[in-house]
């Protein structure tokens, strides 16, 4: 049974540091790519940053880059997404999503799905 749980949301401060982790169990990801994605209230999924498990190749949304890195460890079968300098709008549901599709920020493409981790960033 394929299983992706994230964990590590939470409250912060504005300009404060959260790290998100993405357990990945059941299924051999290493021709996937993982992808982190973000739902608001109200608003639309939207995709965050990706890597590419077998090679560890990263890409970001315009609006996160420089703020946000996303890693993995192999050993662990883990995805984490290191952020930084949060804003109030970065304030939503963070999921992490397996696709084996490259590079894709469409959100229909991937087949994989945690059940999301709340994060809050007060002004």
């Known amino acids: 049974q394929v299983q992706l749980v994230e964990s590590g949301g939470g409250l912060v401060q504005a300009g404060g540091s959260l790290r998100l982790s993405c357990a990945a169990s059941g299924h051999t990801f290493s021709g996937y790519a993982m992808g982190w994605f973000r739902q608001a209230p109200g608003k639309q999924r939207e995709f965050v940053a990706g890597?590419?498990?077998?090679?560890?190749?990263?890409y970001y949304a315009v609006s996160v880059k420089g703020r946000f890195i996303i890693s993995r460890d192999n050993a662990k079968n883990t995805v984490y997404l290191q952020m930084n300098s949060l804003e109030p709008e970065d304030t939503a549901v963070y999921y992490c999503?397996?696709?084996?599709?490259?590079?894709?920020?469409?959100?229909?493409?991937?087949?994989?799905w945690g059940q999301g981790t709340q994060v809050t960033v007060s002004s």
């Open positions: 999503a397996a696709s084996p599709i490259w590079r894709t920020t469409d959100s229909s493409l991937y087949n994989y």
């Open positions: 890597i590419y498990w077998s090679t560890g190749t990263t």
